[in-house]
């Protein structure tokens, strides 16, 4: 319950004060864990709330919960999220559900297995993290190889930075980590990158230094 309480003040508030302000703001007040991030790593979401005090309790009440809707949302885009989030609202209201009836109910709205996300998100004791490998051009193509160093499946932002100051933003969802902790991705463009950085969004403690020089 927490948890969709932050993820909908989330929400409210991109509509009411922008993405970015919204971000921030989501950041200061749930996402303690930027400071200490060993706690996030302490259970699972799925471990009894009563198993944790303090700074765990928070983090597994209102900021993993939160985030992994925000993950989901991402994976599936706005609508079919929506539709799925009403079916459950829909079929369970008046009743007393379970994780696992949230779980299927969305596996049989969207028509997909997500066993794989419900496991990455609220039963392991992974955490956030990616980086970015290496990147090359040759071509006409760049190629990227990201890690996921924490193990969890979040959505980011590719940005191919170019001397003349343009930019190309290729957006990633969490299904690029379905397979495994590695990510290679190939993007055609007319002209050599000077620098590649991605954006985690409010996925990662902070944004990690920038590549140059493929």
């Given at each position: 319950d927490e948890g969709w309480a932050a993820f909908f003040e989330l929400m409210i508030t991109r509509t009411q004060l922008g993405p970015r302000m919204a971000d921030s703001i989501f950041r200061a007040f749930y996402?303690?864990?930027?400071?200490?991030?060993d706690s996030f790593t302490e259970g699972p979401i799925m471990i009894p709330s009563g198993d944790l005090k303090e700074t765990p309790y928070e983090i597994n009440s209102y900021a993993k919960p939160a985030l992994a809707y925000a993950a989901l949302e991402d994976l599936l885009g706005d609508s079919l999220f929506r539709s799925c989030l009403h079916?459950?609202?829909?079929?369970?209201h008046?009743?007393?559900p379970g994780p696992w009836d949230f779980f299927y109910s969305f596996n049989r709205t969207c028509r997909r297995n997500l066993d794989w996300f419900w496991n990455n998100w609220f039963f392991s004791r992974y955490r956030p993290g990616v980086r970015l490998q290496k990147f090359h051009w040759a071509r006409g193509s760049c190629r990227v190889v990201l890690k996921n160093t924490g193990g969890l499946a979040v959505p980011l932002d590719l940005r191919f930075g170019f001397r003349d100051g343009t930019a190309l933003v290729v957006h990633e969802n969490p299904g690029i980590w379905k397979r495994g902790r590695r990510f290679r991705i190939r993007e055609a463009m007319v002209q050599r990158p000077d620098a590649v950085t991605f954006d985690p969004g409010i996925f990662l403690?902070?944004?990690?230094?920038?590549?140059?020089?493929p």
């Open positions: 996402l303690r864990w930027t400071e200490s991030p079916d459950y609202i829909a079929a369970w008046g009743k007393h403690p902070q944004s990690l230094p920038k590549a140059k020089q």
